[in-house]
């Protein structure tokens, strides 16, 4: 009977965190399921231990873990994501480059929030945009993470269009710089989709793990004009991406 309890305990927690969006702090589950503080602890700590629950460093809010991806319906991760984050306007403002979020939605990738920043830039990217898989570095970074069969499928369904003399050209060029990202964990270009426009982008991930959307920062490369500059921009958007994951329940684990 003491089995039955605990599983039926975990499952309630496990159900409850499903249901909250942007996660659910210690106290709330103690007060919506009506377990004892030092039980909850406990049961908590299992759950976390074997990777069904992940707390986020930033906010200690509780998140489905990976090893319960299959419990999650990912529409409301979805939706905690694609809400405006202050880490987005703070980037915007330190850099002054425009910031856009893309995610692949119904096999397309499509730009679901810009802030457009205060240098202008001629920039593709609009809100509700189709962002090109093969130009574009934050669809770059969606594609990136998607198994290479798919993602190999997924250029050979579009065309490769020319926007710049810097546009990859061919699968085999873009699945090149795919292996690129999955080993470095970001993508640069120049002047590849925008003329005369450098671009950033980097993943952001769910408690689970998984990468849902990309943010990608703009600058005209009159500004971004040394490497010392580049790598400055990259490291912004690398801190706004860890502070939007972070949030989101994400825990990144050593190798």
């Not at 990468?211 to 005209?220: D, K």
Request: with cysteine.
């Amino acid at each position: 009977m003491r089995t039955v309890q605990l599983v039926k305990r975990a499952l309630s927690v496990l159900r409850a965190v499903a249901d909250a969006e942007g996660g659910i702090a210690l106290k709330d589950l103690v007060r919506q399921l009506d377990i004892p503080l030092s039980s909850m602890h406990r049961l908590v700590a299992v759950l976390e231990e074997n990777r069904c629950l992940s707390r986020s460093p930033s906010n200690r809010r509780y998140f489905l873990g990976p090893a319960a991806v299959r419990f999650a319906d990912e529409d409301h991760l979805r939706r905690a994501l694609t809400r405006p984050h202050q880490a987005l306007e703070e980037l915007r403002r330190r850099t002054g480059g425009t910031v856009y979020v893309t995610e692949l939605l119904g096999g397309h990738t499509v730009c679901t929030t810009l802030l457009k920043g205060v240098r202008p830039t001629g920039l593709f990217a609009e809100f509700g945009q189709r962002m090109p898989l093969h130009a574009d570095p934050s669809a770059r970074v969606l594609l990136a993470h998607l198994s290479e069969p798919v993602a190999r499928r997924m250029l050979m369904q579009q065309p490769l269009i020319s926007f710049t003399k810097g546009t990859p050209r061919t699968v085999d060029a873009v699945m090149e710089r795919v292996r690129r990202i999955r080993e470095g964990g970001y993508d640069t270009a120049e002047s590849e989709l925008d003329q005369g426009v450098f671009v950033v982008a980097a993943p952001i991930r769910l408690s689970t793990g998984r990468v849902r959307a990309a943010v990608a920062l703009a600058a005209s490369t009159v500004t971004a004009t040394s490497d010392q500059d580049r790598r400055d921009l990259v490291a912004a958007v690398l801190a706004s991406v860890a502070e939007m994951s972070s949030d989101l329940g994400y825990v990144q684990r050593a190798a």
